[in-house]
């Protein structure tokens, strides 16, 4: 009898150990590696009790650079000879700094896109006015030709499909939308000095500076944020602003000097 | 005899030996079933685990699909059982039941209708032939007997298969009384599984999952390549047993074994891999199961997995005619470099036959340098030219002097003859000109040049300038911008058509270009004229293969002086000579690969005392050492079955023969071609910047990108602009086309090979391009101020636009003979699509839209009109 136990014994483990090595999981290796999948982008919901974010950029230093006249050579008629300056750097009176761009860019949910309002460019007498639009990603800019004579609208992009369109004179109006989030410069290669920007928001708390260097961005919920001021040959800065429900908060900046 | 229970029985206790026995038994079993299923085949695991996961991630969607169901279709689908509940009562009913008894008794009646109708017709022809056949035989009475029967049949059959109609009839109601009854409960039954279906697409596919038989998976790729005897051999490669999801898209950001292969769109739909298997590409032992023997990472096997590095050399298997590699940018680099380099001068390689000479004569030698400069040149290219193409010869002062003496004796024949220079010249003019027509296209000749220029290989393809004045003579400097070919008829360099006081700006700025101290040299006292000094020069340069690549007096006959390269990456690392590196430790191990790296980094590693080393230094950096090792690899010797090889066609050769043009004249210095090159941009950049103008003024001012060129000019106009390159298309360029000298051969190959890229050949090309009335008014408005206004800035003739010529675009009146009408119609209606960044605006549709008036506002007849009236355009020219 103990010699059939003997016998039977390591059978009977090793039939034990292969129940157990089957059992083993394989799930330890590589399957796992599969990313999490991206964090939805923002989110649209209303907001009730935001505060708003207010804020003056201006130009460092003594003297604001000399206003650089630009040669018109072409359509003088329509376009006018004297009266064209560079908008590479616009500095008030006081020193307030326009066009820049402020945005917050780590916010995940606030009012809808809608509320930018209507984006407009106009292009008249060879200049687009305003020079810096902001755009909701995916909603309709108009592009207007008051001048009534030959422009092109050419874009200079990466995430967004770069193009370039006619606008004849006696095309008044034409519409263009843009999917991706870019600061996008647009040129009319009929008028070389024409030049702006489009920027592309993808959500809504983006403000360009008057001409006086002073922004507002409103209806911002509670909570700390950066602000990103962008200027098209000065750069870009950074700051962290808090905000509180139904209290203005102040973010300043300075560029250049 | 003793009794039984006396008998001495074994009265030894074997049992601890039997466990120990039967323990190795099973241990032994036990390993033999663990090898079997964990090591042998890891494959096992990786299957059932792809398996386990993608049940894993079906039985999520499952849930998902249950909630959503719950969520949104699940009161529909009550709502539906409960009808189908109501039909199946119906079917269950009284009624279905006794139309089911009444369908019964229908069939019955029927069969039986059927039958009693064939009996009687049956007799009823039987009949009817007896009484035909009474007829025929003459037996009328016997016939007229049988009429009355006869009829009284007919009769009959008419009644009976009135009876089968009726009997039918009544089944068919019946049938459609059940039917109807059934239709609901079918219809419903449909609408419920509909519903259903998101949840059992998914059970579906968890079931197909579960069928799935763990397996080798393998691919047979027949005659992939020649054995040692002749005959082809079969290849199987196993490699997706382990390998589960290469062919599968989705596994992109998953590890591998499970990662999908990587640009699968690209390179899997081109080498299907059924057909193409795996390690033709990657090379590995196919068959294996195991790691790393699939790997071939084992002893003795000769083609391991290519390395990342490596990996590009296994497309030259298949695709060794080509010089332009799509997804291989390593090799393409490689194939530039054996063609720049002139590997083929001291090498045979396949497919580099009867080529150019890669250096200049040196014949005429005197008449350009002096022969200290060729001493010291010879002696270390590098120290005068950090980035030449041409290897460093590292010659020994003793062979450097002796080379110099018979390159020196060789010269006193030339008959070479620069004339002097005119005197003067503005260093500054000639600044300006080397920065705007175009030289440094090809020529670094200010330490910014270096810096900004960005090439695809790591040496100049043209000499850098930079200290030219050190190097040449001013007389020599001026015969030779003004007209290359007379010193050097086969050179690459160009007649850029500069005039006599052009050149002579020129020369005096690059006469300024030299080095602060001149490199010393050891010549004095040398007899250059000593004889025996002349013919040890000669069998140096015999030796070291110089006429490899410059032509030589005296070496017309010489052959090249080095090894085939054909199987050099066949070789096993005991058929190379390894020196002292091994020993000193400059090379990590005898293997194939570091011997062939150590030879590419530094050509003279291998030698010592007792061995000399010829081969000229390249002394490439690691990337290109390891770009040409790849290549080397690739040329193993292995004769590939014809099925896989790469077949160019027509119109690949034509691709071929153009792009080595293209690469001997460096045509992507200046012009962008397949979406490569454009190397003189940074350097106008530059010249711009310096005068304050913008980056986006200077890329206007750039050589136009060749994109589309061999569909959208005309072959004839093609080659005359090739041969002469005078017409001025863009006239604010400041950058010139060069003149080439080219033949009519290289023109043609040219311009196939435009063509070819274009997927075309068509050397001539009709025109008949009629303009209607109709389309001639309606062209004159649509290019009128008051539309398009196209003359705002292209040019007609002398009839110039406003602004400044960089805003201009080309004369309207070089499109007739320069233009394809094709492609002219093209460009009107989408020129981004063709030249995308182009200043030209793209106007339709939109345009059309907004004119109905015109053309019907139709686009197609807009750009028709368009286009007809620019090809005919010279006919109203002067009314323009």
């Known amino acids: 009898m103990s010699r059939l136990i003997s016998c039977v014994a390591p059978i009977a483990a090793l039939a034990f150990l292969l129940a157990c090595g089957g059992g083993e999981s394989t799930g330890d290796k590589a399957m796992a590696d599969k990313p999490a999948a991206t964090a939805g982008g923002y989110k649209m919901t209303a907001v009730s009790d935001g505060g708003s974010i207010e804020g003056w950029v201006s130009f460092a230093g003594a003297a604001a650079p000399a206003k650089q006249k630009l040669e018109i050579t072409k359509d003088v008629s329509v376009c006018g000879k004297e009266g064209h300056y560079s908008e590479a750097v616009v500095v008030s009176a006081d020193q307030g700094l326009a066009n820049v761009v402020v945005k917050i860019t780590n916010i995940s949910a606030g009012k809808g896109l809608d509320t930018l309002g209507e984006a407009v460019i106009d292009q008249q007498g060879c200049v687009f006015t305003p020079h810096v639009v902001v755009v909701g990603a995916g909603s309709q800019c108009a592009i207007l030709n008051s001048d009534g004579i030959l422009h092109n609208l050419h874009t200079y992009s990466e995430k967004n499909k770069p193009m370039n369109v006619a606008q004849p004179g006696f095309k008044k109006r034409m519409v263009q939308t843009f999917g991706e989030e870019e600061i996008i410069r647009i040129a009319c290669d009929v008028h070389n000095w024409m030049g702006g920007y489009i920027v592309v928001a993808d959500h809504p708390y983006y403000a360009v500076t008057d001409a006086e260097g002073n922004y507002m961005l409103a209806d911002v919920p509670a909570g700390t944020y950066t602000l990103e001021f962008w200027q098209e040959s000065l750069g870009t800065k950074t700051q962290e602003v808090t905000v509180t429900a139904g209290a203005a908060s102040e973010a300043n900046a300075e560029f250049g000097g | ?880």
């Not at chain 2, 596994?251 to 193409?276: E, Q, S």
């Not at chain 2, 194939?335 to 002139?342: C, F, G, H, I, T």
């Not at chain 2, 022969?371 to 193409?389: A, G, L, M, N």
């Not at chain 2, 000019?713 to 080659?719: K, N, R, S, Y």
């Open chain 2, 1 to 880: 005899m003793p009794k039984r229970s006396e008998t001495p029985l074994e009265e030894r206790n074997y049992s601890h030996i039997y466990f120990i026995l039967a323990s190795l038994l099973a241990l032994s079993t036990f390993w033999a079933i663990w090898d079997m299923i964990r090591t042998r085949a890891p494959w096992q695991r990786y299957q059932m685990e792809l398996n386990a996961q993608e049940t894993d991630n079906a039985i999520s969607e499952l849930q998902a699909a249950e909630a959503d169901f719950q969520g949104n279709s699940a009161e529909h689908y009550g709502a539906l059982q409960q009808e189908a509940m109501e039909a199946k009562a119906i079917l269950e009913g009284e009624e279905y039941q006794q139309a089911q008894i009444k369908l019964a008794g229908d069939e019955n009646a029927l069969e039986d209708a059927m039958r009693s109708y064939r009996f009687a017709k049956s007799e009823y022809d039987a009949l009817w032939y007896q009484y035909k056949h009474a007829e025929h035989e003459g037996h009328t009475e016997d016939a007229e007997n049988l009429r009355p029967k006869i009829d009284a049949l007919a009769a009959e059959v008419d009644a009976l298969k009135q009876e089968w109609d009726e009997a039918e009839a009544a089944k068919a109601a019946t049938e459609t009384q059940i039917a109807d009854c059934q239709a609901s409960m079918t219809r419903l039954q449909e609408e419920l599984d509909e519903l259903r279906t998101p949840i059992t697409a998914v059970e579906d596919r968890i079931q197909k999952i579960a069928d799935r038989k763990i397996a080798i998976q393998q691919f047979v790729l027949s005659d992939f390549v020649q054995g040692n005897f002749e005959s082809f051999l079969d290849q199987v490669d196993r490699c997706t047993s382990c390998h589960v999801n290469a062919d599968k898209g989705g596994y992109d950001d998953y590890a591998v074994p499970f990662r999908t292969h990587p640009n699968r769109d690209a390179l899997l739909k081109t080498h299907p891999i059924n057909a193409f298997g795996c390690t033709p590409c990657h090379e590995g032992q196919g068959e294996a199961l195991r790691i790393p023997h699939a790997h071939g990472e084992v002893a003795h096997w000769e083609h391991p997995l290519l390395s990342k590095d490596f990996l590009e050399g296994g497309c030259n298997k298949c695709h060794s005619s080509e010089m332009r590699i799509d997804h291989a940018p390593r090799l393409t680099k490689a194939k530039r470099m054996v063609y720049d380099l002139a590997c083929y001068a001291c090498h045979d390689i396949a497919g580099y036959e009867k080529m150019r000479k890669a250096g200049p004569p040196l014949n005429d030698i005197t008449k350009k340098i002096t022969p200290e400069f060729i001493y010291s040149w010879v002696t270390d290219t590098r120290s005068f030219r950090k980035h030449t193409r041409m290897p460093n010869p590292q010659f020994a002062p003793d062979e450097a002097k002796a080379v110099t003496a018979y390159l020196v004796n060789i010269a006193k024949d030339s008959r070479y003859d620069a004339p002097p220079a005119p005197s003067g010249g503005s260093a500054k003019r000639g600044e300006q000109l080397v920065e705007s027509v175009g030289c440094k296209g090809c020529h670094v000749i200010t330490e910014k040049d270096r810096e900004v220029r960005v090439t695809d290989v790591s040496y100049d393809v043209a000499p850098e300038l930079t200290n030219i004045a050190s190097k040449v003579g001013r007389d020599w400097l001026y015969a030779w911008i003004r007209n290359p070919k007379q010193y050097h008829p086969g050179t690459a360099m160009p007649d850029l058509r500069l005039t006599v006081s052009e050149a002579r700006d020129i020369t005096a700025y690059l006469m300024t270009r030299k080095q602060s101290a001149p490199a010393s040299v050891a010549l004095a006292g040398v007899d250059l004229d000593s004889p025996e000094l002349i013919a040890e020069g000669k069998a140096v340069i015999r030796n070291f293969g110089c006429h490899g690549c410059h032509e030589i007096e005296g070496m017309e006959k010489e052959g090249k002086v080095s090894v085939s390269l054909n199987d050099f990456g066949g070789k096993t690392h005991d058929e190379l000579f390894y020196g002292d590196a091994i020993a000193s430790g400059t090379v990590a191990a005898d293997t194939w690969d570091a011997w062939t790296l150590g030879k590419m980094k530094n050509s003279r590693e291998y030698a010592t005392e007792a061995v000399t080393q010829r081969m000229p230094n390249y002394a490439f950096d690691d990337d290109d050492a390891t770009t040409m090792t790849m290549l080397l690899k690739s040329w193993d010797g292995r004769t590939i079955g014809d099925d896989y090889l790469h077949k160019p066609g027509a119109l690949g050769d034509a691709l071929e023969k153009g792009r080595r043009l293209v690469r001997q004249y460096n045509c992507a210095g200046c012009h962008i071609v397949e979406g490569e090159g454009g190397f003189i941009r940074p350097t106008i950049v530059e010249a711009f910047a310096k005068e304050g103008k913008s980056e986006d003024a200077a890329i206007s001012a750039t050589p136009p990108d060749l994109i589309g060129e061999g569909r959208k000019v005309q072959p004839d106009w093609l080659f005359d602009f090739l041969k002469k390159p005078v017409t001025k298309i863009r006239p604010w360029l400041s950058v010139r086309m060069p003149t080439f000298g080219f033949n009519d051969d290289e023109v043609n190959t040219l311009i196939a090979y435009f063509q070819a890229l274009e997927g075309m050949n068509e050397p001539f090309l009709e025109l008949d391009i009629e303009l209607t009335g109709a389309e001639q008014r309606a062209a004159e408005k649509l290019y009128s101020g008051d539309y398009l206004s196209c003359f705002s800035c292209h040019q007609v003739g002398s009839k110039k636009p406003e602004g400044p010529p960089e805003g201009w675009a080309p004369d309207f009146l070089l499109a007739p003979d320069r233009l394809n009408p094709d492609w002219v119609f093209d460009w009107i209606m989408n020129p981004q699509e063709l030249q995308p960044g182009t200043k030209m605006p793209g106007f339709y549709p939109d345009v059309a839209e907004s004119l109905p008036d015109i053309l019907g506002g139709d686009a197609d007849r807009h750009v028709e009109a368009l286009r007809d009236y620019l090809m005919n355009i010279r006919k109203f020219a002067n009314r323009l």
